[in-house]
T-cell receptor
Framework: SQQGEEDPQALSIQEGENATMNCSYKTSINNLQWYRQNSGRGLVHLILIRSNEREKHSGRLRVTLDTSKKSSSLLITASRAADTASYFCATAETSGSRLTFGEGTQLTVNP | GAVVSQHPSRVICKSGTSVKIECRSLDFQATTMFWYRQFPKQSLMLMATSNEGSKATYEQGVEKDKFLINHASLTLSTLTVTSAHPEDSSFYIC?????????????FGPGTRLLVL
């Protein structure tokens, strides 16, 4: 069963704007990961944040994790049309265990 | 980075036939592989966990006799959808977990789109 909820379900922005997606989960976790999926394609791993970390950066991506609120956010800065995709958070209760995916956010970046 | 392939990428079959999907880790040994199913505009749902040399562990509600999983080697896992029906039409994605390097990361295959007529 899905434990993650993501909001918004859909987000449409203009190129150059920032996009923020949120993810909430229910159980305790070892790590939380964000993935990107282009329509009809496989998943691309974006970033992993461990439960003892609060913030992580990778290029234009910034992920935060608040374990007290059981929530995470993904910020994409200076968005590009090529960032248009679905973004999923996924949690792992232990290192290397099965992933439980959130419902996903469909991001559309308009040129 | 680690690469996982799936074959075929797309398959169309008649109702009642069986379809085999292969998942290979190309440049690393995967002690564990996971099989997910994704319906249109929905998230990924874990179907089963496959460990090399042992029986797969299925998630609740997934019929093990219908979705046969074989993890015969450290680089190959297969999912066979037996007696496929139109409701089995979906996007099937595998992932492989490596015991070395970034241990927490799963590497996903490109997916197999199954359409059962």
């Amino acid at each position: 069963s899905q434990q993650g909820e993501e909001d918004p379900q859909a987000l449409s922005i203009q190129e150059g704007e920032n996009a923020t997606m949120n993810c909430s989960y229910k159980t305790s976790i070892n790590n939380l990961q964000w993935y990107r999926q282009n329509s009809g394609r496989g998943l691309v791993h974006l970033i992993l944040i461990r439960s003892n970390e609060r913030e992580k950066h990778s290029g234009r991506l910034r992920v935060t994790l608040d374990t007290s609120k059981k929530s995470s956010s993904l910020l994409i800065t200076a968005s590009r049309a090529a960032d248009t995709a679905s973004y999923f958070c996924a949690t792992a209760e232990t290192s290397g265990s099965r992933l439980t995916f959130g419902e996903g956010t469909q991001l559309t970046v308009n040129p | 980075g680690a690469v996982v392939s799936q074959h075929p990428s797309r398959v169309i079959c008649k109702s009642g036939t069986s379809v085999k999907i292969e998942c290979r880790s190309l440049d690393f040994q995967a002690t564990t592989m996971f099989w997910y199913r994704q319906f249109p505009k929905q998230s990924l749902m874990l179907m089963a966990t496959s460990n090399e040399g042992s029986k797969a562990t299925y998630e609740q509600g997934v019929e093990k006799d219908k979705f046969l999983i074989n993890h015969a080697s450290l680089t190959l896992s297969t999912l066979t959808v037996t007696s496929a029906h139109p409701e089995d039409s979906s996007f099937y994605i595998c992932s492989a977990f490596t015991s070395g390097g970034f241990q927490e990361t799963q590497y996903f295959g490109p997916g197999t789109r199954l359409l059962v007529l």
